[in-house]
């Protein structure tokens, strides 16, 4: 009875991962703050300086993940409190737990899918990758964690602007960027910069594309 | 506890900062009833079907729904229900067809009935040839019906309805109302809120008057009639000033009270009331500039009711 239950209601977060796919990957906002402004962000950081693609498709990875996978679910509790449709939602025999199931699963598809498109880019421009499959899972356990992260943010404080969710969650979203070794390496931050940066989950996807990126970077090295 | 009651409440109270919306309210619903919840604006209609239905939780008071209590057994009530809310809609940037599998799939209806029944319930509704529409497109009637139609795809045993019909036109009203009927034709409960007195009077087997938060009497759509009854009145004015005393005398009328440039007549028999002022008029040589009959009115009713009480 009691699997019976958890089964049930993890199906039903599903239905919640499809309504979501369906209505809120395609919402303007979405679009705005998930690719175009990350997008643009890295580009005018890395425009003019002389980096080896090595070191800048992890960057450009670990910002796609990031932004996509926090854009989607912030807003989805905020949308549909202002479109009326949460109430229907929470009058179903789901628990809420189920609800942020559903919008968390969202996020993450939503991360990983996008974030295969550094991976084929850098693939594009010859950055050839030393273990794919620790890449793989890195981008899953990363893009799930600011997935979750995301939903966090926006759970505080309650609200129905999606809006204002979308600038709060960027307020905090942006400065961890620079904070968690994309731009500048954590070597070089000073030691509060250190401490922050440490409770950063991006961090730490940055230290996890060391392995299968800078892996090959040391053995074309020694090659040469 | 008793197995014949579909919904027992007993104390239920909603506080929202100083305001009192539902005040220790109690009362119980048989199963296969027909139940009307009737109040003026603000009487807290829906903080009580939105604490029945699991949406926001009452600071005080328990309520159960088919034996089980809201607050302890609420997934379990929760797949019983079919709910209607007053404010909500269905999913605008879905078709019609994709909010019903939606709501079929949270109450976890297995795909071949969710589809039968979907294709059913839009047919009965009329909005069949419209499923792969987005609800966008949809007109309020349509939009309401859809929301009805995504109250019954679990099959529900007690349906719980906001005002279904406010705001629609005569024959959508009919078809809801129908719908409603047909429902609970097969025995199983509703539970519905209204400020109209016609259409409670129409549908409900037991009604109950709700106002700031209190329950003033719950009775058979009949009896508060009888008990209302009294209450009819004439609107009427007069192309020059009138003595309202004189006006008390006319036979039939119980009570005469100036109301602006007007003067509201109570009456038994309005149509008995009409000659009588007609020969009062031309007996004194004043003209009669216009004249309304009136129902009693929600108000009227709730204060007679609770002076009664
Ligand atoms: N979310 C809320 N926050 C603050 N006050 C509320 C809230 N919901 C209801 N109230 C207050 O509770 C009281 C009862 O409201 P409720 O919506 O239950 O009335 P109602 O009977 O459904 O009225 P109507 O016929 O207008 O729908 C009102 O005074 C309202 O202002
Ligand atoms: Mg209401």
């Keep these: ?224 | 506890m008793t197995t014949e009651n579909a919904v027992e409440v007993s104390n239920l109270t909603k506080h929202f900062g100083e305001v009192v919306a539902v005040d220790h309210i109690s009362f119980q619903v048989k199963k296969g009833e027909l139940f009307g919840f009737l109040g003026p604006n603000a009487a807290g209609k829906t903080t009580t079907i939105r604490m029945l239905t699991g949406v926001i939780k009452p600071d005080e008071g328990t309520a159960s729904i088919l034996s089980y209590d809201i607050l302890r057994e609420g997934l379990k009530t929760k797949q019983l229900m079919g709910i209607v809310p007053e404010m909500a809609n269905a999913y605008v940037d879905l078709s019609a067809w994709n909010n019903l599998m939606l709501i079929g799939e949270l109450y976890g209806v297995p795909k071949r009935q969710r589809q039968e029944r979907a294709s059913k319930l839009l047919k009965e509704f009329g909005l069949y040839e419209r499923r792969k529409n987005l609800v966008k497109g949809f007109s309020r009637g349509m939009k309401q019906k859809l929301l009805l139609c995504m109250a019954l795809i679990n099959e529900p045993q007690i349906l719980f309805l906001d005002e279904p019909t406010s705001g629609l036109d005569v024959e959508s009203q009919r078809l809801i109302k129908d719908m409603i009927r047909e429902f609970n034709k097969n025995g199983k409960t509703v539970f519905l809120t209204t400020h109209n007195m016609e259409e409670a009077n129409q549908l409900c087997d037991r009604i109950a008057i709700i106002n700031h938060g209190k329950i003033a009497t719950i009775d058979s759509p009949e009896r508060l009639r009888l008990r209302s009854s009294g209450l009819q009145s004439i609107e009427v004015s007069f192309d020059r000033a009138v003595s309202v005393d004189e006006l008390s005398k006319v036979h039939g009328v119980k009570e005469a009270k100036k109301t602006g440039d007007k003067i509201r007549l109570y009456v038994d028999e309005p149509g008995v009331v009409l000659d009588k002022l007609v020969d009062f008029a031309r007996s004194k040589r004043v003209k009669i500039i216009s004249i309304n009959t009136l129902g009693p009115t929600l108000e009227d009713v709730f204060l007679k009711l609770v002076k009664e009480s």
């Design chain 1, 1 to 224: 009875m009691e699997t019976n239950l958890y089964w049930g209601q993890f199906k039903r977060s599903f239905a919640i991962v499809k309504k979501n796919v369906r209505i809120y990957y395609s919402k303007g906002p979405v679009i705005i703050f998930g690719l175009l402004v990350p997008f643009f962000l890295f580009l005018s950081f890395y425009i003019g300086r002389n980096m080896p693609a090595e070191a800048l498709v992890p960057g450009l990875l670990g910002m796609t993940a990031f932004f996509t996978a926090t854009s989607v679910g912030p807003a989805i509790v905020p949308w549909e409190a202002r479109a009326r449709t949460l109430e229907r939602l929470i009058s179903s025999p789901i628990s809420i737990w189920t609800i942020f199931l559903g919008d968390v699963l969202s996020s993450f598809f939503f991360g990983a899918l996008v974030s295969v498109f550094p991976v084929i880019f850098g693939l594009f421009i010859g950055v050839r990758i030393a273990d794919p499959l620790i890449l793989g899972l890195g981008i899953v356990l990363a893009t799930f964690c600011f997935a979750c992260f995301s939903i966090l943010l926006s759970a505080y404080p309650p609200t129905d602007s999606p809006a204002s969710v979308m600038m709060l969650s960027s307020m905090i979203k942006f400065p961890l960027v620079f904070i968690s070794g994309i731009f500048i390496p954590i070597e070089e931050l000073p030691a509060w910069g250190k401490t922050i940066s440490s409770i950063s989950p991006l961090t730490y996807f940055t230290d996890w594309q060391d392995i299968p990126y800078k892996a090959i970077v040391i053995i074309q090295l020694s090659l040469t």
